[in-house]
C-alpha cells in the first residue's frame, strides 16, 4: 500500500507516473517537521537495516553515515564523500518495522543515517515543498516492487547494448577508432560498441563533427557496422558560446537557454570553453535540444551517453571575478609584500573549522571567501579555498533560472532534475525520431525518473581495488530505483590501471548490463589488447557473451515486471540472518549469484551461500567446472583468467558459443548449466524493436 502525503507546494519532478491515494493524518512511522524546512525522524532499532538511495557511496545497508542528494561532478569517490552524480531520494526501513519512503525533491536532500545518533534517521532539506510517497508492504523486495510500479518502466537499451564497449577519453580520429576496432577484432576479444569522447566533435560543440578528423562520418559509420560495431558518442550538457555555431544562435534568438535574473543567458566554463545550458525544463526548449539528436542519428548513430549534466560547472564569469577581486587585495596587503616569511604566510588563518565532508563544501564552509576577518581576507587560505570553489559552486547554481509552464524557477531549487530532464529530451526526441527502434542512452547525472529514459554509469571511479566493491554494493540500490541499466568504468576512470585489476573487474562487469572499458586522457591505456596474454582477456569477455542470452532474458523480465535485475541476498533469503548481512555477493535474475573477486594479489574468495548451490567456473580453456557445494562458508579458488558464477539450487541457465558480437550469437543452440532435471524460461526478441509482450519472446528450455 502506498500512500502519498503532500507538504506545502512541492514542484512536479514527474518521477511517479501512477496515481497514488493521499495519506490522511500524518505518516504512520516517524515524525515529520515542517517548521524550519522538512525534517522526518526516525528512531531505527540496533539492527535495522536501511537499503536505497541508489547511486550513493559506501555500504548496501546505508546506515551509519550522511548522504546528501546533491547531483555532483567530484571524481575522487573517496569514503568520506556524501553527493555523488545521482540524487536518488527512495529508502527502504527494514527490520521491526519495513517500510519504504520516497522523498520526491528535486533540490539539495540530506539523509543523516545513523551519523549525528547512531539510532536516528533523519531525512531533511531547505523547504518543506515535497511530496513523501510512504510504503508498506510484506517485506523490503516487497516495498521496492510497488515503488517501482509507481515510477514505470525502466529503461529497456538494444540488445547490442549487451556487449563489450571500449572507450577512453582522447580517441579522436578515424584512425585512433580504427585501432581500437582492430586490436579487438584481430585479437579476437569480442566487442560491440567503441565510445566517441568529447575529441570527436569540432571543439566541444555538441552535435558537431571535427571536420578535419571526420569527413563523411555517415561513411564511417558504416564502416565501422560492417564489423559490428557502433559507435556510441556523448553529448555534454554546455553548448557552446561561438557566433556562427547553429545550436548556439538558435537557442539565444529562442531564449531556450537558462538565464540570469536579469534575462542574460548564464554563461558556464565547461569543457569547450564558455558555454550556455539548454532550459531542459522548458516544454519547448527540451523538444528543440532533443531534435538535435536527429543531427547524429540521421548520420547513422543508435546510441549516446549524456555527460557533465549535474550540470557540471568549471567556473563562471562571476566566480572569477570575484577571485580577481581577492588576488587583487591579496597581492596589495602587507602580507604578501615584504619581509613576509613564507611559511608563516602559508599556515597564517588556517581554516579552524572542521573542512566540510563533501568535496565541493570544502571551501564555502572552512575557506571560502565568506570570512569577515580582515587578515583572514589576505592570507593564501581563503585564495586557495576560492580557487577549489569555483567548480560546481552552490553560488553559481543559485544564479541562473529555468522557465517551467511559463514560470521562472531558480536553478538550485530544482538543480537535482538536470541530469534526468537532459535525458528525457534524448527519450523523447528518439521517440520522434524512430517509435519502434530502441537507442542506447545513458547518462552521468540522473533523478528517479530519468530511469525511464536511459541508463547510467558511475562516473569517474578510479583504478583503484575499493572502487570494485563500491561498483558491486552500489547495484542492487540502484535497481531499487528503477536504474537497470548500468555499470561503472571497468578497469577504473582515473589513476592508471593494472592487468589484474582490469580482469577482476572485468569479471565483475561480465554481469552488469553496462560493460564498458574507459580510462581518462593521460592514463595508462587500458585497452585489453594493450597487456600481455590477451587470451585472458578474450575468455572472460567472451563468458560474457556465452551469458547473454540469460543475462538479456533476466535484464528483460526485471524491466517488464518492474522487478530487480541485481538484489541483495537479503531480499532472497529473509529468514538467514547470515545472507541478510552479506554485501559482497549479489543474487543475478532469478538463478544466480555473483561473488567477484575484488582483493590485489587474493587467489580465491570467501562467499557465503544460504542454501546449496553450484558453483561454477568458466575455465580458460573453454570449459566450466562444476561444483555442488553445500550451505554455508565456503573459500573458493578463483584465478585471475576465470570467471566465478554460483547457481542455486533447483535452477539451471542457459549458455551461448562465444561470439564476436552480439549480432553473432546463436541463441537458438543454447547448452544449459546449473541443476540437471530444471527447466528454464528464456526471454528473447529482436532486440530492436519494443513488441515486449508477445508470447513467442517466451520458451522454455528443459535440461
Ligand atoms: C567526464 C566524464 C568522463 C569523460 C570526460 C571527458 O569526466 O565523466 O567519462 O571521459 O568527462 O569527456
Known sequence: MIRKYVYGKPFSTEAVVADVSAGEGSPAYGRVETEKGFCFTYTMEETDIVYGLGEANRGLNKRGYCYISDCTDDPN?????????????????????????????????????????????????????????????????????????????????????????????????????????????????????????????QDFKDFTLNEKNFPDFPEFVQEMKSQNIRLIPIIDAGVKIEDGYDIYEEGVANRYFCQREDGSDFVAAVWPGDTHFPDVLNNEARTWFGDKYRILTDQGIEGFWNDMNEPAIFYSPEGIAELKEMLKSFLESENYNDGVNAGELATADIPKSEAGANGTDDADEGTGSGSDDGAAAVSLWPLMGKIGALANSKEDYRNFYHVVNGERVRHDKVHNLFGYYMTRAAGEAFERIDPKKRFLMFS???????????????????????????????????????????????????????????????????????????????????????????????HVIGVRYRLIPYLYSEYMKAALND??????????????????????????????????????????RYVYLPEEMKFVKFLPDG????????????????????????????????????????????????????????EYTLYDDDGFGKDYEKKDNYRTIKY
Request: contains cysteine.
Open 444 to 538: 552521468r547525472s540522473s533523478y528517479i525518473g530519468m530511469h525511464r529514459y536511459g541508463g547510467i554509469w558511475m562516473g569517474d571511479n578510479k583504478s583503484w581495488w575499493s572502487h570494485i566493491l563500491l561498483n558491486l554494493k552500489m547495484l542492487p540500490s540502484l535497481n531499487m530505483c528503477g536504474f537497470l541499466y548500468t555499470g561503472a568504468d571497468l578497469g577504473g576512470f582515473g589513476a592508471d590501471t593494472t592487468r589484474d585489476l582490469l580482469l577482476r573487474w572485468l569479471a565483475l562487469g561480465v554481469f552488469t548490463p553496462l560493460m564498458r572499458n574507459h580510462a581518462a586522457a593521460g592514463t595508462r591505456e587500458q585497452e585489453c589488447y594493450q597487456f600481455e596474454d590477451m587470451e585472458d582477456f578474450r
Open 77 to 201: 569517490h573517496t569514503e568520506d564523500k556524501r553527493s555523488l552524480y545521482g540524487a536518488h531520494n527512495f529508502i527502504v526501513v527494514s527490520g521491526k518495522e519495513t517500510f519504504g519512503l520516497f522523498f520526491d525533491y528535486p533540490s539539495a536532500m540530506t539523509f543523516d543515517i545513523g551519523y549525528t545518533r547512531m539510532d536516528t534517521l533523519q531525512v531533511s532539506c531547505e523547504s518543506a515543498d515535497l511530496n513523501l510517497y510512504v510504503i508498506e508492504g510484506d517485506s523490503p523486495y516487497d516495498i521496492v516492487k510497488q515503488f517501482r510500479k509507481i515510477i514505470g518502466r525502466s529503461y529497456i537499451p538494444p540488445k547490442y547494448a549487451f556487449g563489450f564497449g571500449q572507450s577512453r577519453w582522447g580517441y579522436k580520429t578515424k584512425e585512433d577508432f580504427r585501432k581500437v576496432a582492430s586490436g579487438y577484432r584481430e585479437n579476437k576479444i569480442p566487442l560491440d560498441m567503441v565510445y566517441m569522447d568529447i575529441d570527436y566533435m
Open 623 to 678: 570449459t566450466i567446472s562444476e561444483e555442488i557445494l553445500s550451505i554455508g562458508h565456503h573459500y573458493v579458488e578463483i584465478a585471475l583468467n576465470e570467471v566465478p558464477l554460483f547457481i542455486r539450487s533447483g535452477k539451471c541457465i542457459p549458455l551461448a558459443q562465444a561470439a564476436q558480437c552480439v549480432d553473432a550469437l546463436n541463441t537458438e543452440h543454447l547448452t544449459m548449466i546449473g541443476y540437471e532435471g530444471t
Open 563 to 604: 522487478d530487480l535485475y541485481f538484489k541483495p541476498l537479503a531480499f532472497v533469503y529473509p529468514e538467514d540472518s547470515m545472507a541478510v548481512q552479506v554485501e559482497d555477493q549479489m543474487m543475478l535474475g532469478n538463478e544466480a549469484m555473483i561473488a567477484p573477486v575484488y582483493t590485489q594479489n587474493a587467489r580465491g
